[in-house]
């Protein structure tokens, strides 16, 4: 078995891993400490000396060019990124979003260090669903099919700049997963809208 870190090797474990985000659990597992109060109290000591950067109660940073979309969907979990984050990013809605929006259990809004964070509340259902979910770099986000469609389930009558881009093979094979009538007929209305356009 591993045996615990050094004294001197605490901070330079959370330096070498691929994350850029740490809550005091995974400090904790990689330390391989289990009272709380420690990782608690190592972190803050790192935060004063300015080795570690604190962007929310029991959330830390590397320095402050960290993976955003890694902080938003660690802080409420399963989470993922979704909805105008993706689609402005994907070129389907054109105006800009300075908040990440994410799928999860819990809908609010919060601010952790400089950036807004939307939390937009679904079914558990749906959340652990993961057709149409990717996984970059620790990072789970929906693909720009998924994300307008749960813009669909929250926003029944959505506009959405640019269709073109969407592959409507893939809208109507992760569609099923809303158990939604509604949201079906609505999805076909615009299937057929784009379809009659682009003839």
């Keep these: 078995m591993d045996k615990k870190p050094q004294k001197g090797e605490y901070l330079e474990i959370l330096l070498r891993s691929f994350k850029t985000v740490f809550s005091t659990k995974d400090a904790a597992l990689l330390w391989r400490e289990e009272k709380k109060i ?22 830390y940073v ?12 660690k802080i409420y979990t399963p989470s993922y990124i979704s909805f105008e984050t993706v689609l402005t990013r994907e070129g389907v809605n054109f105006q800009y979003y300075g908040n990440i929006f994410v799928a999860s259990y819990i809908g609010r809004e919060i601010q952790a260090g400089d950036q807004k964070i939307t939390f937009i509340r679904m079914k558990d259902y ?18 720009k099919e998924r994300a307008a469609l749960d813009r669909l389930y929250v926003n029944k009558n959505y506009h959405f700049d640019n269709l073109r881009g969407l592959d409507w093979d893939k809208i109507f094979k992760i569609l099923p997963i809303y158990h939604n009538k509604r949201m079906e007929k609505t999805v076909k209305e615009y299937f057929d809208n784009y379809d009659k356009l682009n003839k």
């Design 38 to 59: 420690t990782v608690s109290a190592r972190l803050n000591k790192y935060v004063k000396a300015g080795k570690l950067i604190r962007v929310r109660r029991g959330f």
């Design 126 to 143: 749906i959340l652990r669903n993961t057709l149409g979910i990717e996984h970059t770099n620790g990072v789970a986000s929906a693909t």
């Design 62 to 73: 590397k320095d402050k060019d960290y993976n955003r979309f890694e902080l938003a969907t």
